[in-house]
């Protein structure tokens, strides 16, 4: 009987004990919501001065603290602590801010965040320099990125996408104004269509045109064919295709030049307007161009093929160097892009700012895409699990870098998007030609048609 009355009384705790354990590792988000935040804001707040302390983060008080702590009691002068703000719980973390003493820096906190994170219990402390004195810190309750749900307030607005989230639980954008040329490299199955799927598909709801290199045959970028102004699925046509690009670039620089009331003669290099200051009517549609597999317009099988190959490389260098002034943004995926796809790539790779390094088979690779940022990212990018696709090291305008992923999305809704959205595709008359065939959509399956309505009385 004792035996069974212990048991009950162990039982219930237990359940709680493994109900929470299960809830922590199932739904971290509804976890962190219920239990983990409670827990760590009273952790934060009980804990705040002694952790700080051992942190090496407080300062000798004020000679008029310590005169008034005197006088008021009899404790002894303890050393103080940052001041701190109010405590902001999100559904992902909370955020505190936190005025420096004199002579610190947002460094030090830095420095710690590892030392806070295990005293508060959570998943990650990031620390966000807010304005001269004032930081915040950033704490995160859980791996945000093992389930990825984007926030739900995320700045938008033209060529700018949130195409994944930060490792620090904000948006990623994808900011084509900001960074205009992007490489985007990772071993296969790493993440990468998934990557441009969401640009794609961003993108497709703003008066953008997209144009699309897919020389794996079009497999990965035709099903996006109803909103794409131009797609080659070959060499041949990609050939065709960037000369194109770079007439319609040299136009748009005439256009430039004759609102600016300079001679058409002028070399392009000393223009500094671009397209973003011509009036709205006149201004052309900015133009995306997607390059999947860009090692395929490199390699070459024949001789008589590398002149056609050079030529393509040349007309890559030159959209990468004087694409942004004229609204024409580049969007390189690879597996690798180092010297030995030849003449032209290290000089391509050097115009290609923006750099996503998902998971790569060798360090040589992360290097080509992170080496002359970070060692840090390096390595980072280097231990990115296989059961993580989507994942990435992102090299940041700053020089920092960051862990990002993507969300699910799935390809039919990506070209269901697209679908709905083609009619969106701005008029680039020189882009014309290249405009891939849509195959029109299947009707709906007899079965849904033929659904009986009820007829109303
Ligand atoms: N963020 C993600 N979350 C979940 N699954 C993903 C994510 N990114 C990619 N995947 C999955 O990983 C696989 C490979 O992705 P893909 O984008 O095709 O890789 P790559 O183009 O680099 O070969 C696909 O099955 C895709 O569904
Ligand atoms: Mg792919």
């Not at 219920?34 to 002694?50: I, Q």
């Not at 990468?320 to 030849?342: D, K």
């Not at 030609?433 to 849904?448: E, H, I, K, Q």
Request: charged content about 25%.
């Amino acid at each position: 009987m004792t035996d069974l009355v212990t048991l009950a009384e162990l039982g219930g705790p237990l359940a709680v004990i493994g109900g929470a354990a299960y809830a922590r590792h199932a739904h971290p988000a509804a976890y962190w919501s219920t239990v983990g935040l409670p827990l760590s804001v009273a952790r934060l707040l009980a804990s705040y001065s002694s952790t700080m302390d051992a942190c090496g983060l407080t300062v000798e008080p004020s000679r008029w603290r310590a005169l008034a702590v005197r006088a008021t009691t009899r404790r002894e002068v303890r050393p103080v602590p940052p001041r701190r703000g109010m405590i902001r719980p999100t559904s992902t973390g909370l955020r505190v801010r936190l005025r420096l003493a004199p002579g610190q820096e947002p460094a030090d906190v830095a420095a710690s965040a590892e030392r806070l994170r295990h005293a508060w219990g959570v998943h990650a402390v990031y620390v966000r320099d807010v304005k001269p004195g004032v930081v915040e810190l950033r704490l995160v309750g859980y791996d945000v990125l093992r389930k990825v749900r984007m926030p739900r307030r995320i700045d938008r607005g033209l060529l700018r996408v949130p195409v994944a989230l930060r490792e620090d639980a904000t948006a990623f954008v994808r900011d084509y104004r900001a960074v205009p040329h992007e490489l985007v490299l990772g071993a296969t199955l790493s993440g990468k269509s998934m990557y441009l799927r969401h640009l794609i598909s961003g993108l497709a709801a703003q008066p953008v045109a997209l144009a699309g290199i897919d020389c794996k045959r079009g497999v990965e970028l035709a099903p996006f064919a109803s909103r794409l102004s131009a797609l080659a699925t070959e060499p041949d046509e990609a050939a065709e295709l960037l000369p194109v690009l770079v007439k319609e670039m040299e136009d748009r620089y005439d256009l430039i030049k004759a609102r600016q009331g300079i001679a058409p003669g002028t070399p392009e290099e000393e223009i500094t307007s671009d397209v973003w200051g011509l009036p709205e009517s006149e201004r052309p549609a900015p133009i995306v161009l997607f390059v999947d597999e860009v090692a395929e317009l490199f390699l070459v099988a024949t001789r008589k093929d590398e002149e056609r190959r050079d030529e393509m490389v040349t007309h890559l260098i030159r959209l990468a160097q004087l694409g942004r002034a004229a609204g024409i943004y580049l969007e390189v995926c690879g597996q690798r892009f180092g010297a030995e796809l030849g003449k032209g790539a290290t000089m391509l790779r050097a115009q290609l700012t923006g750099r996503v390094c998902h998971r790569v088979n060798d360090e040589a690779s992360a290097k080509m895409a992170l080496g002359d940022i970070a060692p840090e990212a390096v390595d980072a990018a280097c231990s990115i699990a296989p059961e993580l696709p989507g994942l990435a090291v992102v090299g940041d305008t700053s020089g920092g870098w960051s862990r990002i992923r993507t969300p699910y999305l799935s390809l039919a809704d990506a070209a269901a998007t697209c679908r709905e959205s083609a009619h969106l595709a701005p008029d680039v008359p020189a882009l014309a030609p290249f405009r891939p065939y849509v195959p029109p959509v299947p009707a709906v399956a007899s079965g849904t048609a033929t659904v009986p309505c009820p007829v109303t009385e």
